[in-house]
């Protein structure tokens, strides 16, 4: 049988880890609350706004040349991959750093084995994965959570975009969680540069003619920046909520594993203390016998 103190000190160690994991559950959740207002909120905004980009695009045709949508042989490639700062949220982080592996080794392999491959990873767990393997990687926004905001995200955008058109990179990818429900995030992969159109901007393309005041040039050269940046920060965003949610999920898995190894410490606990008592019984009944027969 377990030593009576030893099985003490492991239930003891087991309800403070509960302890931990529980508050660490209702942290998550009120984060998450915040988190999926948050993109709850932002969804219609940026969802309306690529379509509106894509219809003044299309209505414009191809009148005026458009830096963020030229399509050259991609030689060269930026892949943005968006994690979280800590652990303890399940597969979350997992499932990004392996869908970037797989992106790299099914598209991108002979890039990568010419080294004109670069990370930008947004999350310290991704920086760690891929450093650790020796991929090339920015760490200039690594810490983007540290300070989440719009302004701290174009900045990364701003970073993908001025490669992009002066070609140190040709095709510029984005790897992220979408967050569907507490329980579930999506990983997405989606080409961030250079643009295309929807499929549902081609197949509603029409002869509708806009009227532009300012030129249409000056609106496209402001509006489409504005849409890359809303389109990573979206991303951010997903990502943020999905996190909060896996951590949540995960939390809530800990405390429960956690009451049921209580319940089999707790049994072995006084399996062991009975076995203990019924031992010092026998003693006493074997030495009183002892006595009694001298």
Request: no cysteine; charged share 30%.
């Given at each position: 049988m377990a030593n009576l103190k030893e099985v003490r000190n492991r239930i003891q160690s087991v309800i403070s880890t509960q302890q931990i994991t529980k508050a660490m559950k209702m942290v998550a959740a009120a984060k998450l609350r915040r988190a999926?207002?948050?993109?709850?909120?932002?969804?219609?905004?940026a969802q309306r706004l690529n379509h509106v980009i894509g219809n003044v695009s299309a209505s414009v045709g191809e009148d005026l040349s458009n830096p963020f949508a030229e399509v050259r042989p991609v030689n060269k490639v930026?892949?943005?991959?968006?994690?979280?700062?800590?652990g303890l949220c399940g597969a979350f982080n997992t499932n990004i750093n392996k869908a970037v592996l797989t992106l790299l080794q099914d598209k991108y392999s002979t890039q990568l084995a010419a080294g004109n491959v670069t990370l930008l990873p947004i999350g310290k767990k991704g920086s760690e994965f891929f450093a650790r393997r020796g991929y090339k990687a920015h760490s200039e926004f690594v810490f983007t959570y540290s300070n989440l905001s719009f302004a701290t995200v174009s900045k990364a955008a701003e970073f993908a975009m001025d490669g992009f058109v002066k070609g140190d990179y040709d095709e510029v990818m984005l790897v992220f969680n979408?967050?569907?429900?507490v329980a579930t995030q999506i990983v997405r992969s989606e080409q961030m540069l250079p643009l295309v159109a929807s499929a549902d901007t081609v197949a509603n393309k029409s002869n509708t003619e806009y009227i532009f005041e300012p030129s249409a040039e000056y609106i496209l050269e402001t509006v489409l920046p504005a849409s890359i940046k809303m389109h990573l920060?979206?991303?951010v965003l997903e990502s943020n909520a999905s996190e909060h949610g896996a951590r949540m999920t995960a939390m809530d898995k800990?405390?429960?594993?956690?009451?049921?190894?209580?319940?089999d410490l707790r049994l072995t606990y006084n399996r062991s203390r009975q076995a203990a008592i019924t031992k010092e019984i026998l003693e006493i009944v074997g030495g009183a016998e002892a006595l009694a027969a001298q």
């Open positions: 999926q207002d948050a993109i709850t909120q932002m969804r219609p905004y930026l892949v943005i991959l968006v994690t979280s700062d800590r979408e967050f569907k429900n920060y979206k991303a800990a405390t429960d594993n956690a009451g049921e190894l209580l319940k």
